[in-house]
């Protein structure tokens, strides 16, 4: 399953809820987010795929719901964020990310 490019250019979207998603199939994610330029708050829970949110310009707390709402994965995942992003978070929510088998890319 693909969502490639779902929201891509979206530059107008202010937050988005996909909460409701069952991402557990999803293998595709590329520019899932690109464009998104205006993306404060974002809401997932059990998010599985790797995924790049570094386009966004995320408030503080959504990102940190962000990573508190990443799912446990076996199999090492990547959630690429950007500089601006990473610098939000505390040495205590990088290692939640990483704890749930996540490595996040500045």
């Known amino acids: 399953k693909s969502t490639l490019g779902m929201f891509q250019g979206?530059?107008?979207?202010?937050?988005l809820d996909l909460s409701g998603w069952d991402t557990?199939?999803?293998t595709a994610t590329e520019s899932i987010f690109?464009?998104?330029?205006?993306l404060e708050t974002l809401e997932w829970t059990n998010w599985v795929p790797?995924?790049?949110?570094?386009?966004?310009?995320l408030t503080k707390e959504s990102t940190i719901?962000?990573?508190n709402?990443?799912?446990?994965?076996?199999d090492p995942r990547t959630l690429t964020m950007g500089s601006?992003?990473?610098s939000q978070l505390s040495t205590d929510d990088i290692s939640n990310a990483?704890?749930?088998g996540w490595t996040l890319v500045g």
């Open 24 to 26: 557990s199939l999803v």
């Open 34 to 38: 690109l464009g998104c330029s205006n």
């Open 84 to 86: 601006r992003l990473i």
């Open 98 to 100: 990483s704890a749930k």
């Open 69 to 74: 709402n990443l799912a446990i994965v076996s």
């Open 10 to 15: 979206c530059s107008k979207l202010t937050s």
């Open 65 to 67: 719901n962000v990573i």
């Open 50 to 57: 790797s995924v790049d949110i570094s386009k966004t310009i």
